[in-house]
């Protein structure tokens, strides 16, 4: 398994079916970067130190993720609901 493919199933993991109230960069890396509860130091998935995100259509956000030496990229797919947009997965 390749640190991309890693990072990709604790995500997958963690928020499949969360509920994101919008899909703009600044609330997806803050919830993306939740902190463990009760904990003040572990996260849910390391510590994001770059990200960009990229719309595709309704339903699809390309986000790219960025360490040190290490980039990848996945693509975001999700569905709309009443209370902002379900996440489904990301690939």
């Given at each position: 398994m390749t640190i991309a493919n890693?990072?990709?199933?604790?995500?997958n993991e963690a928020f499949r079916y969360a509920v994101f109230q919008n899909?703009?960069?600044?609330?997806?890396?803050?919830?993306?970067g939740t902190?463990?509860?009760g904990s003040a130091h572990?996260?849910?998935i390391p510590p994001i130190q770059g990200f960009k995100v990229e719309?595709?259509?309704e339903t699809?956000?390309?986000?790219?993720f960025s360490y040190?030496?290490?980039?990848?990229?996945?693509v975001i797919t999700w569905q709309r609901t009443n209370?902002?947009?379900v996440f489904i997965k990301c690939e």
């Open positions: 890693s990072y990709i199933k604790a995500i899909r703009d960069h600044d609330y997806m890396l803050r919830t993306l902190k463990v509860h572990v996260s849910i719309t595709l259509d699809h956000d390309k986000v790219t040190d030496d290490y980039t990848f990229e996945c209370g902002g947009f």
